[in-house]
């Protein structure tokens, strides 16, 4: 099979297992929902993927586990939990929900209702409504209270939540891992097609995907890892938006981390989706993009023989334009944080929906301070323009001052002379004028609670 070939096809057309439901091929209903199983540090790890955007060459050397491996004798658990709460219809949403569910039991997430439902966040219903589902990720979550410090799969096969085959998965892992030995290092070929999660690429053209050569990127330990090393926090570019809430590192610099990664998008990409395809992909509202590009974070690009290093902010040179060769790729990057340092942060995102979705209009607040002044101030906004964008001089104007609702008004209408914004799907070009100002005001409020709301917002 080719390596860029879809996981859903490869499950359906070729294996022949139809219980994973072909739905809207753009990873946002979860009907396709797959669970990929693979040894991390020497400890299984199971994560929910949207097969319909997963390419073959991204689950070598792990378990690909479909709706049919959790079948057992009757009805297993999370299944009859389903069947119980009447929370199922016309049916085809629900291998989906069943297999987030099936992950939850099999993930090291506290046994709770909030977490089980945080498991289905990438799953849509269109028939049965969500109040019969919820009720029924509440009684999963009940299956695995007494969990303790056992296994996850060992804990769910042994409580016969999940088929007894689970609780040896971790030794069939790593004997598949011994006998693959170095099949498992990406090709050095600079002239292949680039992927990491292929979260966009494979919306985009997935027929054209499948016979390219690839080289994959994703999951390849020498592009993971996120680390801190002296005042820099440094990251591989093949880590996913999962990997960066679950960072110690980077939960200790942003305390909210896990309220901002809340608004990008849905369990299952966040786990597939990496943070330099993010970059390169240049959209515009690219969440994380508009998130470093406020920590002024630098880039350090590859073409197989040399390196360089290129600020974020220097990318994008237009539309879907970027300042790199076509056989760059990033290897790293880092952005400077000093522990010593007085660190005031903030992520914005307005979408259609308040969460899963594209953003309209998306920005991002980073400042040191000393003392009352900011010293230091970035400022980033998406959706905004044609390029992710740093509003430069609406941070010159306001560095080196104590902060007043007076001086935020003028470091508004200074933001507004730096952005082009367009009407389109997500919103009027003055819908966006506005969106930027409230999201920019909600910043300030946030981080400084004795500017007076009233005096901002004209109240």
Known sequence: MPPGMLLLDFIRYHQHLTG????????????CTVLIGSLVNNRLQYRSFTSCLTPLGNVHGKQVLTIEGINMEGLNPIQQAMYDESATQCG????????????????EAAPTTQQAVKAIDGNICRCTGYKSIERAAARVAGLMQ??????????????????AYFSNIKERLQTLQQSLNG?????????????GGGTDVYVQKPEEMKQKAIRFLFDQPPLNGITRQGTRVVLGP??????????????????QLDEYIKLVSSTPIRNMATIGGNFINASPIGDFTIFFLALDATLVLSDGGHTRELPLRQLYKGYKQLAKTGEEYITQLWFEWPETAQHLFRFEKVSKRTHLDIAS??????IRMEGEVMAEVRLSAGGVGPVPMLLERTAAFLQGRWLSAALLQEALNIAQTEITPISDARGTEAYKRLLLNQLIKAHFIS?????SVAELFNL
Not at 20 to 31: F, L, P, S, V
Not at 146 to 163: K, M, N, S
Not at 238 to 255: G, K, N, R, Y
């Open 92 to 107: 085809f949403c629900t291998p989906g929900f069943v297999m987030s569910l099936a992950g939850f039991c099999l993930s």
């Open 146 to 163: 007494d969990r303790g410090e056992t296994a996850p799969a060992v804990f769910a096969a042994e409580q016969q939540i999940l088929p």
């Open 447 to 451: 981080l400084f609670p004795q500017l």
């Open 183 to 195: 099949e498992m290092t990406p090709a050095e070929d600079v002239r292949a097609h680039y992927v």
């Open 238 to 255: 093949a880590v996913t938006v999962t990997d960066l809430q679950e960072s110690p590192v980077m939960q200790d610099c942003f305390p």
């Open 361 to 366: 209009v998306n920005t991002a607040l980073h």
């Open 20 to 31: 994973t439901k072909i739905g809207c091929n753009e990873g946002d209903c979860g009907a």
